[in-house]
């Protein structure tokens, strides 16, 4: 038995309840990376450079609501990370890339086995 009011009826869920989501995949973030959100965005409010806070910065990426970067800065992955990387022009975080210390200077192009002996020589120098 069907009644007239079922065709009657619009579906509104979908329009009522639309959240702006962001398109892409979700990208790991290190905590170097983070504190680097952190720090620019510290410099930007002492230049007085838009984005100077999270709550800008949500906004800027284009973000569903403004606690998005806090949410974002907890998480080990967010789909917003290429978004953040070109608002705040800072590389991605999985292309960091430490500067080489001299360590790294003086092992650069050596055999795997001269490396070996130096890391056996660092092992039982107890450093």
Known sequence: MSSGLTAS???MGDTRHKRKYV???REQMTAQWK?????RLVENKRND??????VELADAVGAADKSAITKM????ASKLVPAVCRVLQIPAPMQ??????KLDEIIEGRSPEWRAR???IIKLAGL
């Open 49 to 54: 450079v838009y984005p100077r806070d999270q």
């Open 73 to 76: 800065l907890r998480a080990k």
């Open 118 to 120: 130096v890391a056996e």
């Open 35 to 39: 504190q680097r959100v952190r720090d």
């Open 9 to 11: 009826i619009t579906p």
């Open 23 to 25: 398109n892409g995949e």
């Open 96 to 101: 960091e890339r430490r500067e080489p210390d």
